[in-house]
């Protein structure tokens, strides 16, 4: 069995129970360990994180844990980069042996074609996000941060993403408003015609869960969150489906 999931966003300031999250996403993935043959963790697992040469934030030491125990175990682990977390370099996969992705990937898997990526950027219109996006991406910007102590930097990140977090609160919760405004279905039907053997297109970033046809043999699917929504996507060697995690009921 594959699984997918996104959006954690742990450490978020912004966020209640921060390590009752945490504890959740990590007894489900401890529930799969048996079953899975590969997890893809499609960007934003972590709310913010700056890696230096020597030094990265500290927490989250039981996901970390558990992603190591995966691997160790056999178990193929995929993390992709979101726009919170943008900032990993080569720890998680030295120190938890997972596979990084720092760009849209596509891959076979039982004879059908994925397309995943976190999300962000790809059909979006935004100025002043797309203006922050090439910002933090850019290679000469993450030096010169780099050089600003750790305790400073780190302490201003997560301040950063927090006020995002309350920002995107006070708008409501995230909701799908139809075909034509979802920026990620444009994108996908244009890379479709340039590309018609994918069979799913997999994506995070927008909380929202969503399974949506693009074609005869092609959908995609839309993540939803581990913030308040707990959800992820199988793939069992058939097909694509969405479920949601309720602990004591659900049995991934």
Same mark, same amino acid.
């Not at 193929?76 to 979101?82: A, L, M, R, T």
């Not at 006070?170 to 408003?177: D, L, Q, R, S, Y």
């Not at 927008?206 to 399974?211: A, E, F, M, P, S």
């Given at each position: 069995m594959i699984y997918f999931l996104a959006d954690?966003?742990?450490?978020?300031?912004? &966020?209640?129970?921060? $390590?009752?999250?945490e504890r959740r996403l990590v007894r489900f993935l401890d529930s799969i360990k048996t079953k899975a043959s590969a997890v893809y963790l499609l960007g934003d697992m972590f709310d913010y994180w =700056?890696? /230096?040469?020597?030094? !990265?934030?500290?927490?989250?030491?039981r996901l970390l844990g558990k992603?190591?125990?995966?691997?160790?175990?056999? +178990?193929?682990?995929?993390?992709? !980069?979101?726009?919170?977390? *943008?900032?990993? $370099?080569d720890y998680l996969a030295r120190e938890c042996g997972v596979i990084m992705h720092f760009e849209p990937y596509t891959t076979e898997i039982e004879g059908r074609v994925f397309y995943m990526a976190h999300g962000d950027g790809l059909g979006e219109t935004d100025k002043q996000f797309l203006f922050l996006r090439r910002l933090f991406h850019n290679a000469f910007a993450q030096k010169a941060f780099s050089w600003v102590h750790p305790d400073r930097s780190v302490a201003w990140g997560l301040r950063w993403a927090s006020q995002s977090r309350k920002k995107h609160e006070?708008?409501?919760?995230? +909701?799908?408003?139809g075909e034509d405004k979802e920026p990620l279905i444009t994108y996908s039907k244009q890379y479709?015609?340039?590309h018609?053997? +994918?069979?799913?297109?997999? /994506?995070?970033?927008?909380?929202?869960?969503?399974? =949506?046809?693009l074609s005869s043999d092609?959908? *995609?699917l839309? &993540?939803?969150?581990?913030?308040?929504k707990f959800t992820y996507a199988t793939f069992d060697g058939v097909d694509v489906a969405l479920h949601n995690y309720l602990e004591g009921e659900t049995k991934p």
């Open positions: 954690a966003h742990l450490g978020c300031r912004a &966020l209640k129970s921060g $390590r009752t999250r =700056f890696e /230096y040469k020597q030094v !990265v934030p500290k927490g989250h030491v992603l190591a125990e995966l691997t160790d175990r056999g +178990v193929e682990v995929h993390f992709f !980069v979101g726009n919170h977390d *943008l900032w990993c $370099r006070k708008m409501g919760p995230a +909701v799908f408003e479709l015609a340039e018609p053997d +994918v069979n799913y297109f997999i /994506y995070g970033h927008r909380h929202i869960q969503l399974d =949506f046809p092609s959908r *995609l839309i &993540l939803g969150d581990w913030v308040d």
